[in-house]
């Protein structure tokens, strides 16, 4: 089974994790077209390569954001939404 | 017949325990496995071939194939080679009709000519008749029969942690296991066989000093604090970032490692030749492990078939356990060790090269070698013929001619993999992070560099997990483990024979001629060759 380092908890196996999507920029509601609207809210990058994702530590509900490379089925780093270094 | 005691055997010969098989008690000793103890009884067929029904006895001794396979009631499928003796088990073997030895499906092997590669494609496959087929089929091709009062047997679970995992406790995985542990890791060994000691415990080359050596090393590690050895282990698999599941016989424990070493070194592999499969032919290092870990004798005249050193030193062990060896029948012309064949000689052994065995005679009954008949190697691509061969009588011929590694972990770790023409195998080429390999697995064969090449991995797998801080302690084994001088495996030995029942795959009754036939119906990429034949798709799994 694969590791996960939650920024809170510290490694932990990957099963007490909850992948909750990519991590996108919403576009200002007021001002996107219709288009990018839709493409925000419907549309998903399955394509292999380095992704930014929401991930969730269940026991502990710790929401953060992994930086995987999907193609090499890897975690590059975790951090906490803003704690960005 | 039992030898005399050697330091290393395995059994307690203060403890005896009996069984029976096939209806008949036998008795053996404490720390036999059922099939030295019946080896031990003189008891030549063992099991029958899946297909043929043809009588079969010891081939490695390992669980590298599936020869004897039994059954005591719910205990079903045994692997006699590895299952230590059970005091009043009564063992029958598998795929028989009406026992071993008359099984009455004998008569298959002489329909073997109308049962071509393949022919259950061919000739069952109506829409109609398939249900009446199955039925037959499921009759004839099954291996044990399943008890339905079988009792559920609760097999727990626990977790583990370690800094380095080294999978096999032979010469090198020793080596590597005291090496890390001394650079300060904790480290856990595993072994799937009773003992720990590997190779070095049988593979002696009638020099005790090889043996004490390991014996040294297998003590140092047992004693190390930081070192656990659990043998009768088995590690089962490789799953993502260094988790692997260690298999015993009562539990599974979930092992998370920091860096694994996989020093699981390698199957020996047998020769092809007519009747290759007669009982009493069997792998060098089959006999090996009868003679040093069960003090059973493997017969009464041995001839040895070799390709590589290793012959040379499973004849030497042979004269060294009180057992008479008449031959060494060499398949190269010339090669570089020898010293082993000028002492063999000089103990009377003929050595005779460029030479090959074309035939397996068995002897009347039917259920044991009683010669080999000897003849010049022919030129690949053609077949040799019984005519202008010698006959030299023997009851056991032992095989020595190649190992193929033990990479399963490796594969499935995702190693990829490069083949080298100078060991004539597959070599790890480019390993994934914090997984390392020594030993044969690593193409490593010689004695003193496996220890070597042992260290070498053991260092790297402490870096790794984050001891031994720097490179700069690497240093004293930043050394190149030095090359083999000469393959321990032959590119090709393979002797076809126009009669045939030379066999490739046991456990799937393949002979080289139905490859030969596959390749002609258009089955010529390996993948399809091996599907359409069924080739190491037998319990064994390819590992002979």
């Given amino acids: ?85 | 017949m039992r030898l005399a005691e050697h330091a290393g055997e395995w059994i307690d010969r203060t403890k005896t325990l009996d069984f029976s098989y096939e209806g008949t008690r036998y008795r053996g000793f404490a720390g036999d496995t059922i099939t030295s103890a019946l080896w031990a009884s003189e008891v030549s067929v063992l099991g029958r071939s899946f297909k043929y029904h043809r009588p079969r006895g010891v081939l490695s001794l390992a669980n590298h194939d599936v020869n004897v396979m039994l059954q005591d009631g719910a205990r079903i499928n045994v692997r006699a080679d590895v299952t230590e003796l059970i005091a009043d088990a009564n063992w029958h073997s598998v795929n028989t009709f009406g026992g071993v030895a008359g099984d009455r499906a004998r008569w298959i092997g002489k329909l073997a000519p109308f049962l071509p590669v393949g022919f259950y494609y061919k000739a069952f496959y109506s829409k109609r008749w398939f249900p009446r087929w199955e039925r037959m089929f499921r009759n004839m091709t099954g291996l044990g029969q399943v008890a339905l009062d079988a009792p559920h047997i609760r097999t727990p679970k626990r977790y583990g942690f370690c800094d380095v995992l080294v999978i096999g406790a032979g010469p090198s995985g020793l080596s590597a296991a005291l090496t890390a542990a001394e650079r300060g890791a904790d480290v856990v060994i595993v072994d799937e066989n009773a003992r720990s000691g590997g190779s070095g415990t049988y593979q002696l080359g009638g020099d005790n000093a090889r043996f004490h050596t390991v014996r040294a090393l297998d003590e140092k590690v047992r004693a190390h604090p930081r070192i656990r050895v659990q043998t009768s282990t088995l590690a089962a698999a490789y799953y993502a970032d260094h988790w692997v599941p260690l298999v015993d016989a009562t539990r599974i424990t979930k092992m998370r490692a920091k860096a694994i070493v996989v020093a699981s070194g390698a199957f020996e592999q047998p020769a092809v030749f007519r009747n290759n499969d007669l009982p009493g032919v069997m792998l060098a290092s089959a006999a090996q492990r009868l003679a040093y870990r069960y003090s059973v004798s493997p017969g009464e005249r041995v001839v040895v078939l070799t390709a590589n050193a290793d012959g040379y030193r499973a004849a030497l062990d042979m004269l060294a356990r009180g057992i008479v060896v008449t031959a060494v029948v060499e398949l190269r012309a010339s090669h570089r060790f020898g010293e082993l064949a000028h002492e063999l000689e000089a103990r009377g052994v003929e050595v005779m090269t460029s030479s090959c065995v074309v035939e397996a005679v068995p002897n009347k009954a039917g259920d044991r070698l009683a010669a080999v008949r000897i003849g010049a190697l022919p030129p690949v691509g053609t077949a040799a013929v019984s005519t202008s061969t010698r006959e030299i009588k023997c009851d056991t011929l032992l095989m020595s001619v190649g190992w193929a590694p033990a990479a399963n972990l490796l594969y499935q770790a995702g190693t990829s993999m490069r083949y080298d023409k100078t060991v004539e195998q597959f070599v790890p080429d480019r390993l994934p992070e914090g997984v390392f390999a020594c030993g044969r697995v690593n193409g490593v064969f010689s004695f003193d560099s496996k220890l070597q090449d042992g260290r070498r991995a053991g260092e790297l797998a402490a870096i790794h997990s984050g001891h031994a801080a720097s490179a700069a302690t690497f240093g004293e084994y930043a050394v190149i483990v030095p090359a083999e001088p000469e393959s321990p495996s032959h590119a090709w030995p393979i002797v076809a024979h126009a009669a045939g029942k030379n066999f490739v795959d046991f456990d799937e009754d393949l002979q080289l001629k139905d490859f030969a036939n596959a390749v002609q119906e258009g089955f010529d990429n390996i993948e399809l060759l091996k599907r359409f034949s069924t080739n190491g798709m037998g319990p064994s799994q390819g590992k002979h």
Wanted: aromatic share 12%.
């Fill in chain 1, 1 to 85: 089974m694969k590791i996960m380092t939650c920024p809170v908890n510290g490694a932990r196996p990957v099963s007490e994790f909850t992948y909750w999507g990519e991590l996108s920029e919403m576009p200002d509601p007021a001002t996107a077209t219709d288009d990018t609207w839709a493409d925000y809210v419907f549309c998903r990058n399955g394509a292999a390569g380095i992704k930014k994702e929401w991930w969730c530590h269940t026991p502990s509900n710790t929401w953060f954001i992994a930086e995987r490379d999907t193609a090499k089925d890897r975690v590059i780093r975790t951090y906490l939404n803003g704690e960005e270094a």
